[in-house]
């Protein structure tokens, strides 16, 4: 993690258009409790959590029996739905699940072992399948073009990494009982300092 005057990013690419001061500010009190690190990995977490649990759900799927074409493209669309609606799902007791699912080395593993057998079954549509499914999530292709998309199509007011903090922020605050403000005057405040940061970078650019 690496605070910078325009936000915070972190080692897995992610950029938050908000800082230490920020945060303060939104949630006064809050990292007297939680620490920042701990605020920014679990974003971290849930931003990249789709990866993961739609891997996870191919594989169940496809072993269970389902064709591997509907597997497929069910585990895509589940993926999607993440993308979208991810700061609505990212409930704070649930980031150790999300987090053990989403392990790199518990899914290399069961994808080897997931693959072996199908190649072993001659399942070989399974197989193919199943390779290009973990090529989409875990080589974060399938993340890509849909940032692109969103970015090039898609005109919103806060950005997907933007909006994630904002949800984790007021779990949070509520947790600890730091949130006495009005949620609407709060987002509303996130989203200027977020254009603020983003205007900001794209001067020094």
Known sequence: MLEMEIGITTSRGNWYRITRDGINKYVPGLLEEISLEKIIRTADIWLESGNGLALVLFFILSLSGTDPYLSGAIALMFYQICYWNVS??????????????????????????????????????????GVVIFLLLKVRILGLLTDWFADKFIKIKLPRTDRLLNMIL???GMSEGKLTGDMQRMEDDLIRIANYHRKGKSEKK
């Open 170 to 172: 007021i779990r949070y």
């Open 88 to 129: 609505l799902f990212s409930f704070l007791f649930l980031t150790p699940l999300v987090r053990l699912l989403n392990n790199d080395g518990i899914l290399y593993v069961s994808q080897g072992l997931v693959l072996a057998y199908f190649s072993y079954s001659s399942m070989f549509t399974a197989f193919w399948v």
